[in-house]
């Protein structure tokens, strides 16, 4: 999938500010090899090429050389906050081992033989940085790349008028659809002699039939129908029987399945709903296989009569295999509902006569938004932080409407990413790390951010924690997260949406979709995710060692970042000491019962000595690279990223 959009006015803005840092600068000036020199050639450097970012992210669509240049820009920016995390932790070592030597972390630089090591090191590395900035910086000019004034990349200061969580939302030009829907699932049905009934809804993607099926589910009229058993799955484009049974069961159940056949869950699912009457919701099914779908419905056979499936699906051809009753045609909004869509999130809580110049852009972008709520949402989501008629002028008449082999909703969810200020680029893009469907808990995704290190206090006062959740109720308002339609605690992300996250985090994030699927890329990836069974071994990870730049290894399972699952000392041992960048790493070795994260950059270095003697297990917590080596050399309970009194064990490997 090639590169999108990039996020490298984010990248520019954390570098900028930690070439500022005061601590850095002093440290740095103490060392010898004049890198301090060498640091403000990259800042000068740095604000040559950020300059022309803008017209290199528009013309990257269409021109596959400024495509490269940007591909080898983002690693570089890896590569260059990488090594200013090494002065951070270089410096944090120095200043604690000088107070137990009693000399002046100054003093500590010049007479320290790690120290001179160190310098040679540094040299060496920020030297190839600033080769390859200079190499950039030259080929910005054979491209033809200029400085276009005002830009997307200096939209930090950007805010949304409101950044609540919604906590309902409204539904628009579909009170008959849901009439009619209820109509099917609360009648009997007498075409069949089945115990229950498939109700297939079919409709565009972004139509809204995921929020049809959910009213439906939550209706007061379905509540009083009193099923015994209520059960809501995303099940994609992988026809998985034994990953969707499972799903079922741990709906229906709400704890986490430990069994590991397909006969095991069925035969549990026959169990909970023999002479049941049940309500089964299967959002956004693909699968055409009348085999598998035979296979996957037996244990339902069992309920009682009047049960009823609900399918949602894009493909007339996939509710004739499933389907039981003729399939509800989910029409497109109309042009009056479309626009009540867009006002709603343009101008909630305002008047949208405010803007009156909205009236003169409403049949563009009625017409832009083709019917679909998932575009009229988004859309009015990123014109809400515009209160001119020219800045609504330039997204309405932007040139990404007119890209080939593009549907009106693609241009609208890739304007609302370009649009993006430049502090959520870079973490809607980590989202790409989850797989699709994927649940995630609010608080879940703001830690990862602070770990990652995705979070700056540079310009304000407020804690990280809080800074992320402005930044998470920044995304839910302009309709990039959506609440679950399973858990209200939790998100997700449309398929469409996740598909955007996927293209533009390009090689950077990988999700291991199966055990024994292999990596095809290794140098640029940043981000590791996989699917966790109950123990891990290193032949999962082949390949990994050639990520160098890694920063992420992280197992997920249906229910959310999993701490049930455990890994062989061989990956401890062989795989895990090679990745010196990690910042967060969720796992446990496989004779040690407690979770553990590990968020540090440079964390193998710190705090093994060059060897893992140990496995390094904070029990339970999260910490961040600049806390790690501090925490781990004093031995005190400390307070981080929220969760108090966060204690750390070295955990001998026998």
Same mark, same amino acid.
């Given at each position: 999938?090639?590169?999108? #959009?990039?996020?490298?006015?984010?990248?520019?803005?954390?570098?900028?500010?930690?070439?500022?840092?005061?601590?850095?600068?002093?440290?740095?000036?103490?060392?010898?090899? +004049?890198?301090?020199?060498?640091?403000?050639?990259?800042?000068?450097?740095?604000?040559?090429?950020?300059?022309?970012?803008?017209?290199? *992210?528009?013309?990257?669509?269409?021109?596959?050389?400024?495509?490269?240049?940007?591909? $080898?820009?983002?690693?570089?920016?890896?590569?260059?906050?990488?090594?200013?995390?090494?002065?951070?932790?270089?410096?944090?070592?120095?200043?604690?081992?000088?107070?137990?030597?009693?000399?002046?972390?100054?003093?500590?630089?010049?007479?320290?033989?790690?120290?001179?090591?160190?310098?040679?090191?540094?040299?060496?590395?920020?030297?190839?940085?600033?080769?390859?900035?200079? *190499?950039?910086?030259?080929?910005?000019?054979?491209?033809?790349?200029?400085?276009?004034?005002?830009?997307?990349?200096?939209?930090?200061?950007?805010?949304?008028?409101?950044?609540?969580?919604?906590?309902?939302?409204?539904?628009?030009?579909?009170?008959?659809?849901?009439?009619?829907?209820?109509?099917?699932?609360?009648?009997?049905?007498?075409?069949?002699?089945?115990?229950?009934?498939?109700? @297939?809804?079919?409709?565009?993607?972004?139509?809204?039939?995921?929020?049809? %099926?959910?009213?439906?589910?939550?209706?007061?009229?379905?509540?009083?129908?009193?099923?015994?058993?209520?059960?809501?799955?995303?099940?994609?484009?992988?026809?998985?029987?034994?990953?969707?049974?499972?799903?079922?069961? #741990?709906?229906?159940?709400?704890?986490?399945? $430990?069994?590991?056949?397909?006969?095991?869950?069925?035969?549990?699912?026959?169990?909970?709903?023999?002479?049941?009457?049940?309500?089964?919701?299967?959002?956004?099914?693909?699968?055409?296989?009348?085999?598998?779908?035979?296979?996957?419905?037996? @244990?339902?056979?069992?309920?009682?009569?009047?049960?009823?499936?609900?399918?949602?699906?894009?493909?007339?051809?996939?509710?004739?295999?499933?389907?039981?009753?003729?399939?509800?045609?989910?029409?497109?909004?109309?042009?009056?509902?479309?626009?009540?869509?867009?006002?709603?999130?343009?101008?909630?809580?305002?008047?949208? +006569?405010?803007?009156?110049?909205?009236?003169?852009?409403?049949?563009?972008?009625?017409?832009?938004?083709?019917?679909?709520?998932?575009?009229?949402?988004?859309?009015?989501?990123?014109?809400?932080?515009?209160?001119?008629?020219?800045?609504? *002028?330039?997204?309405?008449?932007?040139?990404?409407?007119?890209?080939?082999?593009?549907?009106?909703?693609?241009?609208?969810?890739?304007?609302?990413?370009?649009?993006?200020?430049?502090?959520?680029?870079?973490?809607?893009?980590?989202?790409?790390?989850?797989?699709?469907?994927?649940?995630?808990?609010?608080?879940?995704?703001?830690?990862?951010?602070? %770990?990652?290190?995705?979070?700056?206090?540079?310009?304000?006062?407020?804690?990280?924690?809080?800074?992320?959740?402005?930044?998470?109720?920044?995304?839910?308002?302009?309709?990039?997260?959506?609440?679950?339609?399973? $858990?209200?605690?939790?998100?997700?992300?449309?398929?469409?949406?996740?598909?955007?996250?996927?293209?533009?985090?390009?090689?950077?994030?990988?999700?291991?979709? *199966?055990?024994?699927?292999?990596?095809?890329?290794?140098?640029?990836?940043?981000?590791?995710?996989?699917?966790?069974?109950?123990?891990?071994?290193?032949?999962?990870?082949?390949?990994?060692?050639?990520?160098?730049?890694?920063?992420?290894?992280? @197992?997920?399972?249906?229910?959310?970042?999993?701490?049930?699952?455990?890994?062989?000392?061989?990956?401890?041992?062989?795989?895990?000491?090679?990745?010196?960048?990690?910042?967060?790493?969720?796992?446990?070795?496989?004779?040690?019962?407690? @979770?553990?994260?590990?968020?540090?950059?440079?964390?193998?270095?710190?705090?093994?000595?060059? #060897?893992?003697?140990?496995?390094?297990?904070?029990?339970?917590?999260?910490?961040?690279?600049?806390?790690?080596?501090?925490?781990?050399?004093?031995?005190?309970?400390?307070?981080?990223?929220?969760?108090?009194?966060?204690?750390?064990?070295?955990?001998?490997?026998?």
């Amino acid at each position: 999938m090639a590169v999108g #959009e990039l996020l490298l006015s984010a990248f520019f803005q954390v570098l900028f500010d930690r070439l500022a840092s005061r601590d850095l600068l002093n440290f740095v000036r103490q060392l010898q090899g +004049g890198l301090d020199s060498e640091l403000k050639k990259w800042e000068n450097t740095l604000i040559m090429i950020q300059a022309v970012l803008c017209d290199a *992210e528009e013309k990257q669509l269409t021109n596959k050389a400024v495509k490269i240049w940007l591909d $080898d820009l983002r690693d570089l920016a890896y590569d260059a906050e990488d090594i200013l995390d090494e002065f951070a932790t270089e410096a944090l070592k120095h200043e604690s081992m000088a107070e137990n030597s009693n000399l002046s972390p100054a003093c500590f630089s010049y007479f320290n033989p790690s120290s001179l090591k160190f310098n040679i090191d540094m040299d060496s590395k920020i030297k190839s940085i600033t080769t390859r900035l200079d *190499e950039i910086c030259a080929k910005r000019i054979v491209l033809g790349l200029q400085l276009i004034p005002g830009g997307t990349s200096n939209a930090w200061d950007r805010r949304l008028q409101s950044s609540r969580v919604p906590t309902e939302r409204a539904v628009y030009g579909r009170d008959e659809d849901k009439a009619r829907m209820l109509e099917m699932v609360l009648s009997d049905d007498p075409t069949t002699d089945a115990n229950f009934s498939v109700i @297939p809804i079919v409709g565009m993607a972004g139509a809204g039939k995921t929020m049809l %099926a959910r009213e439906v589910y939550n209706d007061r009229a379905v509540q009083n129908f009193k099923f015994d058993v209520k059960a809501w799955v995303s099940v994609s484009d992988d026809f998985d029987v034994l990953r969707i049974s499972r799903a079922l069961l #741990e709906s229906i159940t709400s704890t986490n399945c $430990d069994f590991k056949t397909l006969n095991e869950v069925q035969v549990k699912l026959r169990i909970i709903v023999d002479g049941k009457k049940f309500l089964l919701v299967l959002d956004d099914v693909w699968n055409e296989n009348y085999n598998l779908w035979e296979i996957l419905k037996a @244990p339902f056979m069992a309920g009682a009569r009047n049960s009823k499936i609900i399918v949602t699906t894009c493909h007339s051809n996939v509710a004739s295999t499933m389907g039981s009753v003729e399939h509800y045609n989910l029409k497109l909004l109309s042009d009056e509902y479309c626009w009540s869509v867009f006002v709603k999130h343009a101008f909630e809580r305002r008047d949208a +006569g405010a803007h009156q110049f909205s009236e003169l852009f409403r049949k563009k972008i009625v017409a832009k938004c083709g019917g679909l709520p998932l575009a009229a949402s988004p859309l009015g989501g990123l014109l809400r932080t515009r209160h001119t008629e020219d800045a609504w *002028e330039e997204i309405v008449s932007s040139k990404m409407w007119d890209l080939p082999q593009q549907t009106d909703i693609l241009a609208v969810l890739r304007l609302s990413y370009h649009y993006l200020p430049s502090h959520l680029k870079r973490c809607f893009t980590y989202c790409a790390i989850f797989p699709k469907d994927y649940e995630f808990e609010k608080n879940e995704l703001v830690f990862l951010w602070m %770990a990652e290190g995705m979070i700056q206090q540079s310009r304000t006062d407020k804690l990280l924690e809080d800074l992320g959740n402005e930044f998470f109720c920044d995304l839910l308002s302009r309709s990039l997260f959506q609440q679950s339609s399973r $858990d209200v605690r939790k998100f997700v992300m449309h398929d469409l949406v996740h598909d955007l996250a996927q293209l533009v985090s390009g090689d950077t994030s990988f999700w291991l979709e *199966e055990a024994n699927k292999q990596l095809r890329t290794f140098e640029r990836i940043r981000h590791f995710s996989y699917p966790c069974a109950w123990y891990e071994g290193k032949n999962k990870f082949h390949g990994l060692n050639k990520a160098p730049g890694l920063r992420t290894f992280l @197992p997920l399972n249906a229910r959310g970042l999993s701490t049930r699952n455990y890994i062989t000392n061989m990956v401890l041992l062989d795989l895990l000491p090679k990745l010196k960048k990690l910042r967060v790493l969720l796992t446990q070795p496989c004779h040690h019962p407690h @979770p553990g994260w590990i968020t540090s950059a440079e964390w193998y270095e710190q705090n093994t000595d060059n #060897e893992l003697s140990h496995a390094i297990i904070p029990i339970p917590g999260w910490i961040t690279s600049a806390e790690w080596y501090e925490q781990n050399t004093d031995n005190e309970p400390s307070t981080n990223m929220g969760r108090p009194e966060t204690y750390t064990e070295r955990i001998p490997i026998p």
